[in-house]
């Protein structure tokens, strides 16, 4: 191998590498976000009114942590994936009333966020709305 093919090899190697970094890292601001959840279910005529709460967020915790499995326990995150700024998820939770499986998705735009969840209890199924934006730093 010449000096000039192991430097090509070297460069390509490292793009190849700060590119899959980047794609696990969605252009999010770490720290206080404000998040509001509008549930909708087809069988309710009636909006229900949307629920708002604050929450610190980091990279490594991406997923809201309220909203689609409350009064819920033992939730465990099945599955997550993250393609450029959008993190995907599949979680699920005990209920008195059986399994919750909630599968969900937000897209990361800096200082906001966007998403959905469908949530699933057995023949029942109901759909959320996220939204989000950057607050500020969050109290340690």
């Known amino acids: 191998m010449t000096k000039k093919t192991a430097w090509l090899l070297s460069i390509i190697s490292i793009f190849l590498l700060w ?5 696990e890292n969605p252009n999010m601001r770490e720290g206080l976000w404000e998040i509001s959840i509008n549930m909708k279910m ?3 005529p009636m909006q229900l009114p949307t629920q708002v709460h604050t929450q610190c967020m980091t990279r490594k915790e991406l997923i809201p942590q309220k909203g689609p499995v409350q009064n819920c326990s033992g939730c465990k ?14 979680e699920e939770c005990n209920a008195p009333d059986g399994t919750v499986r ?3 998705k937000i ?7 966007k ?5 699933t209890q057995g023949n029942m199924t109901m759909w959320q709305d996220i ?3 950057w607050v500020g730093k969050c109290n340690k």
């Open 77 to 90: 995150i099945l599955e997550t994936k993250i393609k450029g700024d959008t993190v995907y998820w599949i």
């Open 19 to 23: 590119s899959m970094a980047l794609a």
């Open 115 to 119: 998403g959905k969840v469908k949530i």
């Open 131 to 133: 939204s989000g934006k």
């Open 102 to 104: 909630a599968e969900g």
């Open 107 to 113: 897209t990361y735009s800096g200082e906001s966020l």
């Open 42 to 44: 087809p069988e309710v």
